[in-house]
Nanobody, 124 residues
Framework: QVQLVESGGGLVQAGGSLRLSCAAS????????MGWFRQAPGKEREFVAA????????IYKDSVTGRFTISRDNAKKTVYLQMNSLKPEDTAVYYC?????????????????WGQGTQVTVSS
């Protein structure tokens, strides 16, 4: 089993920044692709960003491109999501996911492991 623990969420004003971290433990593999998803109240969980095992492939939701950056440190078994220029519509619970069977890494149901989530609230 793989355990994922997110951290770094919080309350920030519009235009501010946050960096989310997702630490993996257990029977982890540095070859796992990793992704970030988010879910706002009353909405479905949506893809935000993903990265392959080497970091050579990244993909983003259109609305966060240019504002968010996903990265990973395989030695620390940690993936990061740097979020800049935050907007109120970015408010959601952010989830980390690992080990996807989807080549594009964007489909939530294709990930095998999930964290518990961290709340991000952006005030206007």
């Amino acid at each position: 089993q793989v355990q994922l623990v997110e951290s770094g969420g919080g309350l920030v004003q519009a235009g501010g920044s946050l960096r989310l971290s997702c630490a993996a433990s257990g029977r982890t593999s540095s070859t796992y692709a990793m992704g970030w998803f988010r879910q706002a109240p009353g909405k479905e969980r949506e893809f935000v960003a993903a990265i392959n095992w080497s970091g050579g492939y990244t993909i983003y939701k259109d609305s966060v491109t240019g504002r968010f950056t996903i990265s990973r440190d395989n030695a620390k078994k940690t993936v990061y999501l740097q979020m800049n220029s935050l907007k109120p519509e970015d408010t959601a619970v952010y989830y980390c996911a690992a080990d996807s069977r989807d080549p594009r890494l964007t489909i939530a149901t294709m990930y095998n492991y999930w964290g518990q989530g961290t709340q991000v609230t952006v005030s206007s």
